[in-house]
C-alpha cells in the first residue's frame, strides 16, 4: 500500500528581537543603519535571536553590541509580537519587540550594525523609520504613557 501526502511548502521564517529605549523625559534611542536594507535611515535596536536565546536575551545583547547600553533582561517589558508578512523587504522576519527606560544621562556608543546611535525627542522623530519601527514606536509609547 503506497500512502500520498499533500505537497506543503513551508515558509522560513526569522526570529528576532528589538528594544525601545526611552528617557524619562522623553527621548528615544536610535540608530542609523549601516548596512542594507535601509542603509542609513533611522531605526530601533535589534537583531536575530542566536540559537539558545530567549528573545528578552537578544533584546538585551542587540541593545548592548548596537549602543553600549546595558540594561537587564528583567527590565525589559515586553510591547507585543510583530510579524506582517512584509514588515522586512529581505524576507520573512517575525520580532518580539520591547520598551525600556533609562536615564536621561545614559551613555551610548554606535557598534555593531550601527553607522551612528543618537537620543531623539519624541516628538522630533526623524521623517522616516526603517521597518515597521515607526508602529513598534507607538505601540511603545502607548504602553509607557
Not at 511548502?9 to 525601545?20: L, P, Q
Not at 550594525?113 to 515607526?134: E, K, N, Y
Given at each position: 500500500?503506497?500512502?500520498t501526502?499533500?505537497?506543503?511548502?513551508?515558509?522560513?521564517?526569522?526570529?528576532?528581537?528589538?528594544?525601545?529605549?526611552?528617557?524619562?523625559?522623553?527621548?528615544?534611542?536610535?540608530?542609523?543603519?549601516?548596512?542594507?536594507?535601509y542603509?542609513?535611515?533611522?531605526?530601533?535596536?535589534?537583531?536575530?535571536?542566536?540559537?539558545?536565546?530567549?528573545?528578552?536575551?537578544?533584546?538585551?545583547?542587540?541593545?548592548?553590541?548596537?549602543?553600549?547600553?546595558?540594561?537587564?533582561?528583567?527590565?525589559?517589558?515586553?510591547?507585543?509580537?510583530?510579524?506582517?508578512?512584509?514588515?522586512?523587504?529581505?524576507?520573512?522576519?517575525?520580532?518580539?519587540?520591547?520598551?525600556?527606560?533609562?536615564?536621561?544621562?545614559?551613555?551610548?556608543?554606535?557598534?555593531?550594525?550601527?553607522?551612528?546611535?543618537?537620543?531623539?525627542?519624541?516628538?522630533?522623530?526623524p521623517?522616516?523609520?526603517?521597518?515597521?519601527?515607526?508602529?513598534?514606536?507607538?505601540?511603545?509609547?502607548?504602553?509607557?504613557?
Amino acid at each position: 500500500m503506497t500512502e500520498t501526502f499533500e505537497t506543503e511548502t513551508f515558509e522560513t521564517i526569522r526570529y528576532t528581537a528589538d528594544v525601545v529605549v526611552l528617557t524619562p523625559d522623553g527621548d528615544v534611542l536610535l540608530i542609523e543603519r549601516d548596512w542594507p536594507p535601509y542603509k542609513g535611515d533611522w531605526a530601533i535596536a535589534g537583531g536575530h535571536v542566536d540559537i539558545g536565546e530567549t528573545s528578552r536575551e537578544a533584546a538585551v545583547r542587540e541593545l548592548a553590541e548596537e549602543t553600549g547600553v546595558h540594561v537587564s533582561a528583567g527590565d525589559l517589558r515586553q510591547i507585543g509580537v510583530f510579524d506582517q508578512p512584509d514588515r522586512d523587504p529581505r524576507a520573512r522576519y517575525v520580532t518580539v519587540a520591547y520598551v525600556v527606560t533609562v536615564p536621561a544621562d545614559t551613555p551610548i556608543v554606535a557598534g555593531d550594525d550601527a553607522r551612528t546611535a543618537r537620543w531623539w525627542p519624541l516628538d522630533g522623530l526623524p521623517d522616516r523609520l526603517a521597518f515597521d519601527h515607526a508602529d513598534i514606536l507607538s505601540a511603545a509609547t502607548a504602553l509607557t504613557s
